[in-house]
């Protein structure tokens, strides 16, 4: 299959079958590639937690208005903006390029600035919002990737970001909840999954100048 009927076989799953579960090499696989999500500055300023454990789902199902999506599919995966988006941080992504690229770190210190006077410039609410944006990011490549995988997924966002913090302790880690995925292969009597697609057409989605 092409990428694009690999998009077009995806679809926003709302019934997961509960007795197939992704095996860890189609986790790992999945992971890889969702690390590899493109971020402002290279920052990732977002963690990723891995929802496994039944009595879990259960808690996030109740606290996403019961969908079902999230005690059906096989994993939640969870995507968590930082809180405390600061200096230190920069400087351990810093360190990090050095350490990686083998790059002498004063090389790197102009980088530093600049991220950090864009960073400064920001209100502690607003940090947050950038760093929600780059999650959004990584749900799009996780999405994607899945359905490469032959994995099946559906973006949510509806849910109760604060009783998943709550539930998933995100507070005392600096992390807020942005937008979730649970992961899985659809229910071979979810209605949706044989649905047309809907999309804008061509004319009206794309401007070309
Ligand atoms: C950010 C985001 C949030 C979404 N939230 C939900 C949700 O809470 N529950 C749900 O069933 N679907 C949710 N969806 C799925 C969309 O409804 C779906 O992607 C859209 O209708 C297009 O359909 P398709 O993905 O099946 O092609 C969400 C999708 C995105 C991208």
């Not at 530093?112 to 799009?140: C, P, S």
Request: hydrophobic residues 45%.
């Amino acid at each position: 299959m092409s990428l694009l009927d690999k998009l077009n076989w995806r679809y926003a799953t709302k019934k997961f079958d509960e007795t197939k579960k992704l095996n860890p090499d189609q986790l790992n696989a999945l992971l890889d590639a969702v690390q590899l999500a493109p971020s402002s500055a290279g920052l990732q300023a977002y963690r990723i937690i891995v929802v496994e454990n039944p009595e879990i789902k259960q808690k996030l199902r109740d606290a996403a208005y019961g969908q079902q999506q999230l005690t059906t599919a096989s994993h939640i995966v969870i995507f968590a903006a930082e809180t405390n988006l600061d200096g230190q941080y920069v400087k351990n992504y810093i360190d990090r390029i050095a350490e990686t690229r083998g790059v002498d770190r004063a090389n790197l210190e102009v980088f530093e600035t600049n991220i950090n006077n864009n960073v400064n410039r920001m209100t502690d609410d607003l940090k947050i919002v950038w760093n929600h944006k780059q999650a959004y990011i990584a749900l799009g490549v996780l999405v994607s990737a899945a359905a490469d995988l032959g994995i099946d997924s559906c973006a949510m966002e509806g849910f109760d970001a604060a009783k998943f913090d709550e539930i998933l302790g995100l507070k005392v880690l600096g992390l807020t909840t942005s937008v979730i995925a649970p992961i899985g292969f659809r229910a071979h009597d979810d209605a949706l999954s044989t649905a047309l697609k809907v999309r804008r057409p061509k004319e009206e989605l794309f401007i070309h100048i």
